[in-house]
T-cell receptor, first 114, second 118 residues
């Protein structure tokens, strides 16, 4: 069975600083995607960043980057130059195989202090 | 282009009743999946539909059912509601097609339907 674990229920960061959200996973699939989704308060979830497991290079999207450690089954999200609009619940997740069944972690609530 | 639309946004039901939630995917998306979000259990996969066929189903009782129409719109139904069914129900669509061997994991979510069971 696939599992995703986020051990930080809440995090806080000062505006313009950098924060790292942790995520570990477990799967028997050899081909899978990992991703981070953001859910702002009362807003819809949106994809922040995505990593294909077979790619060794870490994905980056502007201020967002990941540290993908495949052997350790770790997939952390780094947010640089944090902005007030980054405040949200962040979900780590994975999918495997030819299905859109996504397995999510329990989420990390990120607060950004001005 | 319009995003994923879910109706109704909020609803209140009593135990034993049934509810039907609707989801209109992004135009051109044929894959629709449903998730239940609760504070205690987080986000849990309910089911996925593609071209009117259920492709995958999560670990929920048979009271939870769904369907997809030829225009890709989807509905989910919960019968004999229980207090524990109170949740935010999220619909997501994707551009995945049967011709692709792998999915990209990019889902486009709606704002959800918040169900309260009293």
């Amino acid at each position: 069975a696939q599992t995703v674990t986020q051990s930080q229920p809440e995090m806080s960061v000062q505006e313009a600083e950098t924060v790292t959200l942790s995520c570990t996973y477990d799967t028997s699939e050899s081909d899978y995607y990992l991703f981070w989704y953001k859910q702002p308060p009362s807003r819809q979830m949106i994809l922040v960043i995505r990593q294909e497991a077979y790619k060794q290079q870490n994905a980056t999207e502007n201020r967002f980057s990941v540290n993908f450690q495949k052997a350790a089954k770790s997939f952390s999200l780094k947010i640089s130059d944090s902005q007030l609009g980054d405040a949200a619940m962040y979900f780590c997740g994975m999918s495997g195989g030819a299905t859109n069944k996504l397995i999510f972690g329990t989420g990390t609530l990120l607060a950004v202090q001005p | 282009k319009a995003g994923v639309t879910q109706t109704p946004r909020y609803l209140i039901k009593t135990r034993g009743q049934q509810v039907t939630l609707s989801c209109s995917p992004i135009s051109g998306h044929r894959s629709v999946s449903w998730y239940q979000q609760t504070p205690g259990q987080g986000l849990q996969f309910l089911f996925e539909y593609f071209s009117e066929t259920q492709r995958n189903k999560g670990n929920f009782p048979g009271r939870f059912s769904g369907r997809q129409f030829s225009n890709s719109r989807s509905e989910m139904n919960v019968s004999t509601l229980e207090l524990g069914d109170s949740a935010l129900y999220l619909c997501a669509s994707s551009s995945w097609t049967s011709g692709r061997s792998r999915v990209t994991g990019e889902l486009f979510f709606g704002e959800g339907s918040r169900l309260t069971v009293l």
